[in-house]
């Protein structure tokens, strides 16, 4: 079992970026997806969630409104549109599987993770 996230890079304040995240191996199909963020230092913190089906998706206060997630079942990818992008969203993004049908808050709830991808945003 192989996610393969991708998308990151260097952005100024204001700015947007598409991540996406790969699956293979298996079909993720039936489990709820996540982005989860780390800064040095930090423990990793949660993004956005989205159930299996697509229809509830979850963010953190910090991202709502600026922040999309949405996962292509046909594709066993999920992706995250992030938005007016701000400094403090600077980190390594991480892509996972969840354990259950609709994600969840806490990075215990997802067993499958993908290797990271950075952003940075400059003020």
Same mark, same amino acid.
């Given at each position: 079992?192989? &996610? ?5 890079? &260097? ?5 947007? &970026? ?10 993720? +199909? ?5 982005? =989860?963020?780390? +800064?040095?230092? $930090? ?9 299996? +089906?697509?229809?509830?998706? +979850? ?7 600026? =922040? ?10 999920? !992706?995250? $549109?992030?938005?007016? &992008? ?6 390594? !993004?991480?892509?996972?599987?969840? $354990?259950?049908?609709?994600?969840? =808050?806490?990075?215990?709830? !997802? ?6 991808? $950075? ?5």
């Amino acid at each position: 079992v192989q &996610l393969q996230a991708c998308g990151g890079g &260097l952005v100024q304040a204001g700015g947007s &970026l598409r991540l996406s995240c790969a699956a293979s191996g298996r079909t993720f +199909s039936s489990y709820g997806m996540g982005w =989860f963020r780390q +800064s040095p230092g $930090q423990e990793r913190e949660f993004v956005a969630s989205i159930s299996w +089906s697509g229809g509830t998706t +979850s963010y953190s206060d910090s991202v709502k409104g600026r =922040f999309t997630i949405a996962r292509d079942n046909s594709e066993n990818t999920v !992706y995250l $549109q992030m938005n007016n &992008l701000k400094p403090e969203d600077t980190a390594v !993004y991480y892509c996972a599987v969840a $354990q259950n049908s609709y994600g969840g =808050f806490h990075y215990s709830q !997802y067993n499958y993770w993908g290797q990271g991808t $950075q952003v940075t945003v400059s003020s």
